[in-house]
Every structure is written in C-alpha cells, then in structure tokens.
C-alpha cells in the first residue's frame, strides 16, 4: 500500500502565504516525480507545478514567480510555498507522485486526497 497525504491548506487573505505538504509512505521503493495539481470548481484538473528526483522543475505560467515547489526526498515528502495569493488560485490542491513498489516492476501514479486552498479577503 501507498498513501500521500497532504496538509497545509486553508483561507488566507490576498497576498498572503501558504505552505502545502505531502508526504509519500508504505511500501515504497523509488519516487521518480513528485507535483502538486490544482481543480478550481467547474474546472479541469491542472498541473500547477512538478519536481524531478533531481531536482528539476516545472511551473504553469500562472504561479511562476509566486510559487516554489521543493522536496525532501529522504522523507519522502514534497512541498509548495505559495506566496502572493490571489481569489483564483482557490481551488483543491492534489498531490502526485510516480512511484514504484518493492517486488512490483511498473511505476503508477498515486494521488493524495487533496487539501482546500481559499483565497479571499
């Protein structure tokens, strides 16, 4: 069994900040990428942004520069500092990670539950 479990969300204010966690546990062998996506009400799910186990990144165009995603990879655990919030970065923020198993050949996609981020004065 794998599970990710998320934590950090809220309501903050315009401008403000927050910082979002995920942690990986269970029979884990490797995580190769780990990255936080985002679903507004109404909308698609959309990539907001995504670590390599080397440590590469990738941004949406909309968070580059506001938000920082980091990882810990002995913890297992992925991050995302989000500073200068607006009302449309509300939405729930899921964690993902590509994982493989011990004793399983294939990497799957695993999601966490998500967590509400509200942004609003």
């Known amino acids: 069994q794998v599970q990710l479990v998320e934590s950090g969300g809220g309501l903050v204010q315009p401008g403000g900040s927050l910082r979002l966690s995920c942690a990986a546990s269970?029979?884990?062998?490797?995580?190769?990428?780990m990255g936080w996506y985002r679903q507004a009400p109404g909308k698609q799910r959309e990539l907001v942004a995504a670590?390599?186990?080397?440590?590469?990144?990738n941004y949406a165009d909309s968070v580059k520069g506001r938000f920082t995603i980091s990882r810990d990879n002995a913890k297992n655990t992925v991050y995302l500092q989000m500073n200068s919030l607006k009302p449309e970065d509300t939405a729930v923020y899921y964690c993902?990670?590509?994982?493989?198993?011990?004793?399983?050949?294939?990497?799957?996609?695993?999601w966490g539950q998500g967590t509400q981020v509200t942004v609003s004065s």
């Open positions: 993902n990670a590509e994982i493989k198993r011990y004793y399983i050949s294939s990497w799957y996609d695993y």
């Open positions: 269970g029979s884990i062998f490797s995580i190769n990428s």
């Open positions: 670590i390599t186990k080397g440590g590469d990144t």
